[in-house]
């Protein structure tokens, strides 16, 4: 099943923060999160896997909560450059990342 | 650069027609990933391959397929069978299993003459 977005669309001004959530009803091993720009390919940003550890940049912060299978992507002191559009991807054990449709942020200056 | 190239970038099909979208790294991952996009939808995974000779059905493979001779390459063909194939296509690629990053290639947008 794919993974629920919340909210589906944010508006900030430059230097606010931002909370994205990510949840599935099934069990996880990971949780993918992506940024994609207007008419680009999508971008990696992290991969949390079961069990705490992490992949991706360093500047970014996010958290997985397994009993609950819900992640959440944090973005402090927002710029311009994190406008996109971020995707949560999740894999229970099959080899395979179901995305969820998306969360849009605009940055305002 | 290490990177995928998918060709064309737009790309359009008339009724009946089957054509191929191409896609290639030179990243020496083992695995590929064909996912399609549509407007609110998010991307849904098409067809994927972890090793050459194999791939799996995604959630959306009815009316695609695709074939894996070469590592570096995992052409997807969209058949006259699929009705509504309208889309933005990426290809991805990543090391083994899914719990890796994918990198994506830009993408080719096809339409329906």
């Known amino acids: 099943q794919q993974p629920v977005q919340s909210p589906q669309a944010v508006i900030l001004r430059e230097g606010e923060d931002a909370v994205i959530n990510c949840s599935s009803s099934?069990?996880?091993?990971?949780v993918h999160w992506y940024r994609q720009k207007h008419g680009e390919a999508p971008v990696f940003l992290m991969i949390?896997?079961?069990?705490?550890e992490q992949k991706g940049h360093e500047k970014i912060s996010a958290s997985f909560n397994e009993k609950k299978q819900q992640s959440s992507l944090y973005l402090t002191a927002s710029q311009l450059s994190y406008s996109g559009t971020y995707f949560c991807?999740?894999?229970?054990?099959?080899?395979?990342?179901?995305f969820g449709k998306g969360t849009r942020l605009h940055i305002l200056p | 650069d290490g990177g995928i190239t998918q060709s064309p970038k737009y790309l359009f099909r008339k009724e009946g027609q089957n054509v191929t979208l191409s896609c290639e790294q030179n990243?020496?991952?083992?695995?590929m990933y064909w996912y399609r996009q549509d407007p609110g939808q998010g991307l849904r995974l098409i067809y994927y391959?972890?090793?050459?000779?194999?791939?799996q059905k995604g959630d959306i493979a009815e009316g695609y397929s695709v074939s894996r001779e070469k590592k570096e390459s995992f052409p997807l063909t969209v058949t006259s069978a699929q009705k509504n194939p309208t889309a933005f296509y990426l290809c991805?690629?990543?090391?083994?299993?899914?719990?890796?990053?994918?990198?994506f290639g830009d993408g080719t947008r096809l339409s329906i003459l």
């Open positions: 991805a690629s990543s090391m083994t299993g899914a719990r890796q990053p994918q990198h």
């Open positions: 099934k069990a996880l091993y990971s």
């Open positions: 949390l896997l079961k069990g705490g």
């Open positions: 991807g999740t894999e229970g054990g099959d080899d395979k990342i179901i």
């Open positions: 990243l020496n991952h083992d695995a």
């Open positions: 391959s972890q090793i050459v000779n194999d791939f």
